[in-house]
């Protein structure tokens, strides 16, 4: 699982944090955590994008092949109603298999979001002073929007910034990698 780092260090410092004075430091790297698990998710939530894409083109692909094998059929073109058979097996397993990949996707998004959410829980049962709850038993509030406390408005905050962070980061790394294709292609 993605997380299981993360949730090996929320885990750590949620054991570790015995004493009040020690609260703030653990909540502030729980929070750098939690920050890390977010970002996480939205890489899962591409990457889910991304082949959910390339599942709409292999099918897109599949009912390509099968109206040539058809259209084929009906002139009696025997060569190319083979070449279709074959084009429409090798698509028609990569459907197969984008499927499962999504599938499988799916879940590992669905899971490390129930994560996500109660590692949430926890930094807010943390920041409130309270003990922590541990496992699935504690209460899960993946967006922490209903929190009213200052420390919640600072961690979307951070969360929102890094997001926007890395998003311009991602703007211009293929900003830069257009401009590199562009001045190859040019000869410069």
Do not use: C, W
């Not at 699982?1 to 090996?8: E, I």
């Not at 955590?33 to 991304?50: P, S």
């Not at 049962?125 to 929007?145: L, N, R």
């Amino acid at each position: 699982m993605v997380f299981d780092g993360f949730r090996r260090s929320f885990e750590d410092l949620l054991n570790r944090a015995t004493r009040p004075e020690e609260r703030r430091v653990v909540a502030a790297r729980m929070k750098e955590t939690l920050v890390q698990a977010r970002i996480g998710l939205d890489d899962l939530r591409t990457g889910l994008e991304k082949s959910r894409q390339r599942l709409a083109l292999e099918e897109r692909e599949l009912e390509t092949v099968r109206r040539r094998k058809q259209l084929a059929e009906g002139i009696k073109d025997r060569e190319t109603v083979d070449i279709a058979t074959k084009y429409e097996e090798m698509h028609a397993q990569r459907v197969d298999v984008a499927r499962q990949k999504i599938a499988a996707q799916e879940a590992e998004l669905s899971l490390a979001e129930r994560d996500v959410g109660e590692m949430a829980a926890q930094l807010k049962t943390v920041m409130s002073g309270a003990d922590a709850p541990h496992g699935p038993a504690a209460a899960i509030d993946p967006g922490m929007e209903t929190d009213e406390r200052p420390e919640a408005a600072d961690l979307r905050s951070e969360i929102d910034s890094l997001g926007r962070a890395r998003a311009t980061a991602d703007r211009e790394a293929d900003a830069a990698r257009r401009l590199d294709e562009l001045k190859r292609r040019m000869g410069k």
